[in-house]
T-cell receptor
Framework: AQSVTQLGSHVSVSEGALVLLRCNYS??????LFWYVQYPNQGLQLLLK??????LVKGINGFEAEFKKSETSFHLTKPSAHMSDAAEYFC????????????FGAGTRLFVKA | ETGVTQSPTHLIKTRGQQVTLRCSSQ?????VSWYQQALGQGPQFIFQ???????GRGNFPPRFSGLQFPNYSSELNVNALELDDSALYLC??????????????FGPGTRLTVL
């Protein structure tokens, strides 16, 4: 069984500050891990993904995430927040065994203050 | 290359009615997954279709059903609508790669309101 926990339903940062969105997962098999962003009234857009190999993954819009197996975490970071980063962010996990069911976390809404 | 499209954008129904939502997959994608996203929650997997066959299902009752057509477009049907069915319904298409990750491309969703 797989699950995802996103710590903090809301995160508020100032423009230019570090963004840190936390995600912990549970998986009985090696996972694929994803971060998606959702802007109001839109679908989900993939920010980045971890499959195998390098544990530090770089994505679009300056975001990156690090897979830490020992901590079962996949936290999302960005060095400097922009106003345009304000959105809902979802962490997701799917098994790497060929099944395609993706489990999403409950989401973290990011607010960026001017 | 055309992305994933969904219709209609918004829909209002009353309890007990039936609804059909439609999804056109991205060009070249033969797999479609449907998700329900209730307000303030993450998407919940409903089911997936691969080459016109159901290929996995989440914890949704049988009144949620689907179809995939030869052109890989898809429909989600919900019978006997309940108030709790009010949500954003997302469709995602993908092309499964042997030994690779299943990257899904999402449509903008259909907002269903049940009164």
């Amino acid at each position: 069984a797989q699950s995802v926990t996103q710590l903090g339903s809301h995160v508020s940062v100032s423009e230019g500050a570090l963004v840190l969105l936390r995600c912990n997962y549970s998986s009985s098999v090696p996972p694929y891990l994803f971060w998606y962003v959702q802007y109001p009234n839109q679908g989900l857009q993939l920010l980045l993904k971890y499959t195998t190999g390098a544990t530090l993954v770089k994505g679009i819009n300056g975001f990156e995430a690090e897979f830490k197996k020992s901590e079962t975490s996949f936290h999302l970071t960005k060095p400097s927040a922009h106003m345009s980063d304000a959105a809902e962010y979802f962490c997701a996990v799917s098994p790497n065994t060929g099944g395609f069911k993706t489990i999403f976390g409950a989401g973290t809404r990011l607010f960026v203050k001017a | 290359e055309t992305g994933v499209t969904q219709s209609p954008t918004h829909l209002i129904k009353t309890r007990g009615q039936q609804v059909t939502l439609r999804c056109s997959s991205q060009s070249g994608h033969n797999t479609v997954s449907w998700y329900q996203q209730a307000l303030g929650q993450g998407p919940q997997f409903i089911f997936q279709y691969y080459r016109e066959e159901e290929n996995g299902r989440g914890n949704f009752p049988p009144r949620f059903s689907g179809l995939q057509f030869p052109n890989y477009s898809s429909e989600l049907n919900v019978n006997a609508l309940e108030l709790d069915d009010s949500a954003l319904y997302l469709c995602a298409s993908s092309f499964p790669l042997a030994g690779g990750v299943n990257e899904q491309f999402f449509g903008p969703g259909t907002r269903l309101t049940v009164l």
